[in-house]
Every structure is written in C-alpha cells, then in structure tokens.
C-alpha cells in the first residue's frame, strides 16, 4: 500500500490486486516458526529426545513412567492455562502458589471442622477464589498499579492467612484428619467430588491392554498404571477450552486486544476492565481447582502447599510463547511448557544426574525462551531485522 | 438559527480547564459531504475541540448539534453512536494483532457453533477487512498480516477504513499525515478524497497547509483558543492561510531572520 513504485498508473487501477510486489511471500516453515507455540514445541522435543538417549530403557516411557510425568505436568498445566491466558491479557498474577494452600485450606477446614459436606466445601472454595481474584483484578483496574505489585501482597496475604487461620481454627498447619474422620475417607465417600477429582479414567482399557500383555501388569492381572489420572483430564480439557477460547471467540480477540494495547482497546468499545478482572478471575479459579486436586490426591491439605508454583506457571507460559508484555502468546504452548517441566521433574530421577540441575536447568530453559521469544516478535511478528 | 445544511455545528462553544481557556468562543459548522480543514499550531486549541467533538469533553459554554439538534454527550460512545468517528493519532491498533482481528476490535462479527455458543466469524473478519480496504483503494494481501509489519501510511488507512465500515457519517482525523513520508501522506489524502466521495463529511486536522489546501473545502483557523474564521477555498490563497496559522508578521521577521528560507 505505499504504492506501486515501478508499475505505471494504468496497473494500479485494479485496487485489490492479488499480489503486492511490496509483500514477501511467506513459506511455511517461517509461518510455524512465527507461531507462538514454535518454541515450546522445539523444546519438548529436544527434552524428550534427549531423555529418550539418556533414560530410553530406564522405565520413564513405559505406561507407570508417563503417567508419573504426565500427572506433574498435568498439575502444572491447570495453573499454567491460566497464567497464560492472564499474560496475554498484560498482567501477572504472582499469588497463585499461595491461593494454592489457601484454597486447599479452605476445602479441607469446612470438611474436617465444621461438618460441611466435602461438595459444599468444594464449592465454597471454588466462589472464595473467585472472589478474590476479582478482588485482585479490581485492584490492578482500578488503581493502575502493576499487577507485579499488587498481587506480591496477595502473595503474602493469603500465604500468611493460610498459615494463620489453620492454626487458629485447627491449631495444625497439616490437615489429613479430626476426631476419627479422615479426609481421604470424606473423598471417597463424596460420590458428585470425587467422581470430578478422584482418582482415574480408561481404567478399563489399561487393564485391558495389561492383559494383551502390553503394558506391566501385576501379580492380580490388572495394569500397573492404573489409568489416566483424572487431573490429567482436567489439564487437557482447560487447554483445549482456553485455546479455542483465544483463537475463536469474540472473548479471545479481546484477551489478545487488551494485552496488546489497553488504550486502543478501550477507544474501539472493548470492555477493558471487565476482561482483566474476568481473567484475574479464571486464574484464581485454576489455583483452586489445583488444590481440589491436590487435596483429593494426598488426601490431606497443607498451608503451604503451592510454594513457587506461581513461577512455575509463568514460567511455563513463558516458554509457550507469551511475551511478558501481554498481547501475544499461546495456551498450548503454555500447557507444552508445562509438559517439558513434568518431563525433566521426573525424567531426571530416571538418569544418573542428579536432582539439583533440575531448577538449573528450568532457569536456563527459561531465559533461552524468552530470549527466543523477543527475537521471534521482533523478526517475524513485526517483521524486523 | 440551525441549518440542516450542516451536519455539525458548534456555536461559541468555550472550554475552561481550571484557569486555563482552552476554547473561547469557537463556532465551527460542517457541512454535509465536505472536507472541512481545522488549522492551528501547537496549543491553538484543536485537540480540545475535536475531543469536545468527540464527546470527550462537554462545552462550558455555547452550543453542539448535530443534524440540527443540540446534543449533550456524555461519553464517546454515544458520538460513535450518531455517527461521528475520530480517528486519534494513536490509531487504536494493536500492532501484534492481524488486520482483521484489529478491524473487527471491539466489533467482532460471530456466528453460530453449536446451541448458545458462539465464535468469532474469523472468515467473514478477513474477508470483509480485505475487501472494505480495497473499497479505499488499499490493497492488503492477506488479512493475517500483523498490524506491526504495516507502515504508518498504511496504518493510518486502515484506522480510517475501519471508522468508515463501521458507519461513520462524520470523520474527525486527528493530524493523520503528520508522522509520514511524502507519499504515504500523499495516499492518506487520496483517502479523504474517497471518503468525501462516499458523502462523508471530514474534518481534518493538521497544521500543514501543503496538506490542508489540496484536499478542504473550507478551513478555520486556530490561534490561542480563538478562531479566527471560516473561509471557503475560492476566498483565501494558500500563503494566506499559512500566514494566518503562523501568526503572520511574527513569522515574518523570523523567516527574514533566518535567511533563505521559505516555504
């Protein structure tokens, strides 16, 4: 559109002519490689390739082993979707390891202590999250201040209310049982909780393929991996729906719009601050449904559960694809991000090398992803050099 | 003493912000289908007037109509709602996002998935961008363009195109050439000239003449606040308007001070 520069007038009548000498035809590779998902996906192959060489017979590709990484990289994976979404949205949430132990307080303290039915406790926590998630929104809306620092005390608070209030109500800061009544007891006996939280799904199947011999069985006959676990259901699900989400609704368009400029946002009737809280929200909800999971998982809640996963599941975004900036970013990539961390968690424990490179590793994961992720935008997205 | 000749009029509108007079006693009246050029240096007061356009501000005093009938708004919103459209220096795009999904912002179009639910109609989006573009004579190859990969002229277009699909009668362009080239100024101007061709009424705010001249039919004149009137093209020459905007004999002195300058 700066015009044709060489052909005559007479050509440049035809306003929508199919080809722009001024555009560079675009092949395939480099549209994959502008997408935002490139890195994460890179990544997971080289982490799996690398574990496939150095761990191959090790046990960590058989049915126990995938489902031993699958489910931390499922747990992940649920807060991640929502760190993600909130990036690209423009703002951080950094309370969300501590939402993690509240809520799991919050679930546990109504089901041991005041007899509430584990579904009402369950449901309790799920509007309690909510609410202060849109607690936490409102404030980052309201006052213009970063979510950087607004959710640091949010960070705080609810790790310190976690602590304070179990030991005020309970005098524990570890809940597992009271009086006779074990938690692990109230999940199983909760049809509506622990048929959405519990246990596993294709039990069958496994069982089934243990019996064609081709997963490990045991002695009884029945598959050693169990099943799928029901967290990692969950995990898929909430990707599935935040991708589809971002990439095909009108919700989606304006997540990516408010990330990328609020301003130019709002000028074209974009609800800006409705979106915010709204993901502010969704990202509170993920914690609590981490530590639904969590607390039916252990069968017992602790006040400091959830410690750093909130960077975690930056981090995880981060190396999805989502630029810190906001406005730019995926919800699979965030998720397969998610999954090279449940990879290398567990796969290192299947080599030789010692646990501690793990978080050496994640740093150094991370910075390559958002050093990748500034050259990406910059090369391709906008098309500088 | 309204006209239905004019689509906007504003009659001795003033506006105050605390001590300072932003607008003192300013009429301005657009008539149907022209461009209609708003001239002025730096703090000669066009900002607070196309936001008092806009809606953004309400006037202390004096009046606004539109279609004759005096208007009060409270919010942009119900201006857009009328059909008054301003394109701000800051465009409205987000540069990470494609044409389409920055032409449909805040106004995307959907269609039905299964029951309640709905998607974003991302193949009407682009076809619709790639083809209300072309309508203005911009030629946009693939709608999944990132905005950011766009030059400024480029952009300014689709700023522009974008007001004019979504049923702008009256367009406000806030200086839309003063960041570009030569000819990405050029196609910017082609483009008011399409518009007005559409029969929609422009006002168009710059402080270059060069810029002003080829396209207005009618110019007012800004200095402190103040108009200093409304000329037709056939009543004033171009020096004359430059002379006006510039303060004149001030400018005068200085053009002679700084030897062999002239515009």
């Known amino acids: 559109m700066t015009g044709p520069d060489i052909s005559p007038p007479a050509t440049a009548a035809a306003p929508a002519a199919p080809s722009d000498e001024r555009v560079r035809e675009i092949g395939p590779l480099r549209r994959f490689l502008a997408r935002p998902e490139f890195g994460s996906i890179s990544g997971a192959v080289l982490v799996f390739a690398v574990f496939a060489v150095t761990a191959g017979d090790s046990g960590m590709f058989s049915a126990e082993g995938i489902v031993n990484w699958a489910t931390v990289a499922a747990f992940l994976g649920i807060i991640a979707v929502g760190a993600a979404l909130l990036m690209i949205g423009g703002e951080f949430d950094l309370s969300i390891g501590s939402m993690i132990g509240f809520a799991g307080m919050m679930l546990a303290i109504p089901a041991l202590y005041w007899g509430w039915p584990l579904w009402v406790a369950c449901l309790f926590t799920f509007v309690l999250c909510a609410a202060l998630g849109a607690v936490n929104g409102s404030l980052v809306v309201r006052t213009g201040l970063p979510s950087f620092i607004v959710t640091l005390a949010f960070y705080f608070i609810l790790r310190g209310l976690s602590l304070a209030l179990s030991t005020m109500l309970t005098g524990k800061t570890i809940l597992s049982n009271n009086e006779g009544v074990a938690l692990r007891d109230l999940v199983s006996s909760d049809y509506l909780f622990s048929t959405l939280f519990s246990g596993h799904v294709l039990t069958g199947l496994f069982n089934a393929m243990a019996g064609w011999g081709w997963i490990a069985a045991r002695d009884g006959g029945g598959a050693l991996a169990i099943g799928v676990p029901k967290v990692v259901v969950w995990w898929l699900l909430l990707t599935a729906i935040g991708g589809f989400v971002l990439a095909r609704t009108r919700r989606g368009n304006w997540i990516l719009a408010v990330g990328g400029d609020a301003n130019a946002a709002k000028n074209t009737g974009v609800p800006v601050a409705r979106v915010k809280v709204s993901l502010f929200v969704v990202t509170a909800l993920c914690s609590a449904l981490f530590a639904v999971l969590q607390v039916a998982d252990a069968g017992s809640a602790a006040a400091d559960r959830g410690l750093q996963k909130e960077f975690e599941a930056i981090i995880a975004a981060v190396i999805g694809g989502c630029l810190l900036s906001g406005g730019y970013g995926s919800v699979v990539g965030a998720s397969i991000g998610a999954l090279i961390f449940g990879v290398v968690q567990i796969g290192i424990g299947y080599t030789s090398i010692d646990n501690n490179w793990y978080r050496v590793f994640l740093g150094a994961m991370l910075l390559a992803a958002v050093l990748f992720n500034t050259y990406i935008r910059k090369r391709v997205a906008l098309g500088r050099r | ?263």
């Open chain 2, 1 to 263: 003493m309204s006209n239905l000749d004019h689509i906007l009029e504003l009659e001795d509108v003033s506006k105050f912000f605390g001590t300072v007079i932003a607008l003192n006693g300013v009429t301005l009246r657009l008539r149907r289908g022209e461009v209609h050029c708003l001239l002025g240096d730096n703090g000669a007061g066009k900002s607070t007037l196309i936001k008092t356009l806009a809606g953004v501000h309400l006037p202390d005093k004096g009046e606004y109509r539109v279609d004759g009938r005096t208007v009060h708004f409270k919010s942009p919103r119900e201006a857009l709602d009328l059909g008054i459209a301003t394109v701000y220096q800051d465009l409205a795009l987000v540069p990470l996002m494609s044409v389409a999904r920055n032409f449909f912002m805040g106004r995307e179009p959907r269609k039905k998935l299964i029951g309640p639910f709905h998607v974003m109609d991302h193949d009407l989006a682009r076809r619709t961008a790639i083809e209300k573009l072309a309508d203005m004579g911009i030629r946009v190859r693939d709608a999944n363009q990132v905005v950011g990969t766009m030059s400024g002229g480029e952009r300014q277009c689709l700023a522009i195109a974008r007001a004019i699909h979504f049923g702008a009668r009256v367009l406000i362009l806030d200086e839309p050439t003063a960041a570009l080239g030569v000819r990405q100024g050029v196609n910017v101007l082609k483009l008011i000239r399409r518009a007005r061709a559409k029969g929609i009424s422009v006002i168009f705010i710059t402080h270059n003449v060069n810029h002003a001249y080829p396209v207005g039919d009618s110019f007012t004149l800004l200095n402190r606040g103040r108009s200093l009137g409304t000329f037709s093209k056939g009543e004033i020459a171009k020096d004359k308007v430059l002379d006006m905007m510039a303060g004149g004999a001030e400018m005068q002195t200085l053009m002679a001070e700084l030897e062999g300058v002239t515009i």
